[in-house]
């Protein structure tokens, strides 16, 4: 065997190795949450958001995952359905997704930031509308037990 075929095969081997090592490691913390969310767009009336987040926090208390929620606006009906990936720390994670706008029927691409009990967030419609908001929810810091 050429010895870059032989290099290759153990890059390989080491790359598995350590993926299998990592995700060993790593400890599920999966989330049930509630929130109330003020948009610009909705202005003082909040909506009541729902969701759950499946996280994994690793040995260094690295947290990736995924984030599905749906929002209720108490006086316009379903808000928006919205699914997110994170990554960050115990204490704030960035996030970065897709959902849809009820209201405006719309596709959104959203970013935001969950730290300890608070996100803020902005998204884009398909549409070209732009809105931004703050939640409070009862999403607080991971666990991780060595």
Do not use: C
């Not at 003020?38 to 202005?43: D, I, M, N």
């Not at 928006?80 to 994170?86: A, E, N, Q, S």
């Amino acid at each position: 065997m050429s010895r870059t075929i032989k290099g290759l095969i153990t890059a390989i081997m080491a790359t598995a190795s350590l993926l299998t090592n990592t995700a060993a490691a790593a400890q599920n913390d999966n989330h049930v949450y509630a929130g109330l969310g003020w948009t610009v767009k909705h202005g003082w009336i909040p909506s009541a958001i729902v969701g759950v987040r499946s996280v994994d926090v690793d040995g260094i208390k690295d947290v990736t995952g995924v984030d599905l929620s749906l929002s209720y606006h108490f006086t316009d009906g379903f808000d928006t359905f919205l699914l997110k990936g994170f990554r960050g720390e115990i204490d704030w994670q960035a996030e970065l997704g897709a959902g849809y706008d009820f209201q405006g029927q719309s596709l959104l691409v959203i970013g935001g930031v969950q730290g300890r009990l608070v996100n803020y967030s902005m998204d884009v419609s398909l549409n070209g509308d732009i809105d931004a908001g703050l939640t409070i929810n009862s999403i607080d810091k991971y666990d991780w037990e060595p």
